[in-house]
């Protein structure tokens, strides 16, 4: 079990999503940043399925009842216990150690992963809070949160993995409403760079800069994914993410691929982003790339 010292401004459980319940309109929430989710569950040592915390607004302090590897993931992220850890290295917590999640000036989303996982109880068959429906809370100081059996031993404290580029560039793929916009519009959306707007939350990155218009104004309904890139009648883009509803009508122009998520959400309100075109197999690739370190690391 985890004790929570300091929560942060806001500490949410997540797996890596819930996925069954689409028709229901409850979206698959998870982690806002993958691969650093994944990347913490890896370096201790969990499944890659396993509950973990993802923290927005540093510090975050807690203690661990008995011993357990600990790791803090993101954008800007280390672990102050005995010493200072850095981001993405596993660390051996033994009892009544009090650990930090702390982060820079650049920190955005945060994750911290325990060997065991969380076992908080599932809800629709997953543990992946989306606060808008009630599903899960925000985690408050006092909070005491069950844990798995471990996998490892502490010989695994000190396995580290170097933190992805997360660079203004973006990878998409065409979207399914593409033949909706004018070849100047599709020109400046993949030429301009948009800059991250404050009302960005867990439902999308909004983004301001040159209007990309579509023909015809908006659509019928139609499904979503994490990473469509919707553009309302304003012609400001809006990048779906972990929290974004089922079915939009709006045009989607692009789809960000999924190993390229990250660089999205952890982008800071103010910072920019910049769109490149990829064909389904370079997406397809990345994405195998990043499943294969993690499972070298398990």
């Known amino acids: 079990m985890i004790r929570i010292l300091a929560s942060g401004a806001r500490a949410t459980i997540q797996d890596p999503g819930r996925f069954a319940h ?16 994944g990347a913490a569950n890896a370096l201790v040592g969990n499944a890659l399925a396993a509950a973990a915390l993802e923290i927005v607004g540093l510090p975050f302090s807690f203690v661990c009842e008995d011993r357990r590897l600990v790791v803090a993931t993101g954008r800007d992220v280390a672990l102050r216990g005995r010493d200072d850890i850095a981001g993405w290295t596993a660390a051996f917590a033994r009892p009544g150690e009090t650990y930090t999640v702390i982060g820079g000036a650049g920190a955005r989303f945060a994750y911290l992963a325990i060997s ?14 989306y606060l808008p429906a009630g599903i899960g809370r925000a985690l408050r100081v006092g909070d005491a949160l069950p844990l798995g059996t471990a996998r490892v031993d502490p010989d695994r404290a000190g396995v580290s993995l170097a933190p992805p580029d997360l660079g203004a560039s973006v990878r998409t793929i065409p979207g399914p409403h593409l033949d ?11 030429d301009a760079a948009f800059r991250v707007e404050a009302a960005s939350d867990r439902m999308g990155t909004r983004l301001a800069g040159p209007p990309v218009t579509a023909k015809g104004g908006e659509i ?5 994914v994490a990473g469509a890139v919707q553009v309302p009648s304003g012609g400001a ?25 990250g660089r999205v959400a952890q982008r800071l309100p103010g910072e920019v982003l910049r769109f490149a075109r990829v064909d389904r197999e370079r ?13 070298a690391i398990a």
């Open 22 to 37: 689409l028709r229901d309109g409850i979206p698959t929430s998870g982690p806002m940043d993958p691969f650093a989710f």
């Open 116 to 129: 065991g996982g969380i076992t908080a109880p599932p809800v629709l068959g997953s543990r992946a809070a």
């Open 180 to 190: 909706r916009f004018d070849e100047d519009a599709v020109a400046a959306f993949f």
């Open 220 to 224: 019928l309904t139609s499904g979503i």
């Open 237 to 261: 883009p809006i990048v779906l993410l972990a929290d974004h509803q089922t079915t939009g009508g709006y045009p989607v122009i692009a789809t960000v691929i999924a190993a390229d998520l």
């Open 283 to 295: 997406a397809l690739a990345a994405l195998r790339a990043d499943r294969e370190l993690l499972a």
